[in-house]
């Protein structure tokens, strides 16, 4: 079975701070992907990043960085100098190759408030 | 359309009625999803289609739940005799190829009640 932990559920900051989002996987798999998503009050998710249990190079996307560490099961999402419009919730989301569903196996997500 | 469309936005139905809900992918996407929000909770994976073949539908709760997409674009989702625990926000996605571990571009939803 696959399982993703998002152990924060909220979490608050004043605009220009970093703020770290913890992610906790577990399966079976040899070779899975993992995956953030951001949903903002409209509703829609939207795609951040994508990454392959084969690739732990850390990522910088601008403002975001993601490390990934495969010996703690980890994938945590950094966001530098948050700003009012980085407020929503964010999934972090697994995907494996080992047969089982097709879809992708999300945690609970972290509701992401940036204050002014 | 540019993005995924999903009809209604919302929807209020009586216990026992029966509902169907439509999502327009991205014209061209191979892959579509159906997932399950409840409130507060992330999605859960429904159903997956590659063009009109439902090739996972492990996820569905019951058989009560019934998705379609007959030619290969749009897909519907229906729930017979709807019950208070199938209240959610029921997603959409779509991806370009036939693989599943794609970046998926998700409909706003469509929020179902169930009084």
């Known amino acids: 079975a696959q399982k993703v932990t998002q152990a924060q559920t909220e979490i608050s900051v004043v605009e220009k701070e970093d703020v770290t989002l913890d992610c906790v996987y577990e399966t079976r798999d040899t070779t899975y992907y993992l995956f953030w998503y951001k949903q903002p009050p409209s509703g829609e998710l939207v795609f951040l990043i994508r990454r392959n249990s084969f690739d732990e190079q850390n990522e910088i996307s601008g403002r975001y960085s993601w490390n990934f560490q495969k010996s703690t099961s980890s994938f945590n999402f950094t966001i530098t100098a948050s700003q009012v419009v980085d407020s929503a919730v964010y999934f972090c989301?697994?995907?494996?190759?080992?047969?089982?569903?097709?879809?992708?196996?999300f945690g609970k997500g972290t509701h992401l408030i940036i204050q002014p | 359309g540019a993005g995924v469309s999903q009809s209604p936005r919302y929807k209020v139905a009586k216990r026992g009625q029966d509902v169907a809900l439509r999502c327009d992918p991205i014209s061209g996407h191979v892959s579509l999803f159906w997932y399950q929000q409840a409130l507060g909770q992330g999605p859960e994976f429904l159903t997956y289609?590659?063009?009109?073949?439902?090739?996972?539908k492990s996820g569905l709760p019951s058989d009560r739940f019934f998705a379609e997409r007959p030619e290969g674009s749009v897909s519907t989702l229906k729930i017979q005799r709807t019950q208070q625990e199938d209240s959610a926000v029921y997603l959409c996605a779509s991806s370009l190829g036939g693989a599943t571990n794609e970046k998926l571009f998700f409909g706003s939803g469509t929020q179902l009640s169930v009084l």
């Open positions: 289609f590659q063009n009109e073949a439902q090739l996972d």
């Open positions: 989301a697994l995907r494996g190759s080992g047969g089982g569903a097709d879809g992708l196996t």
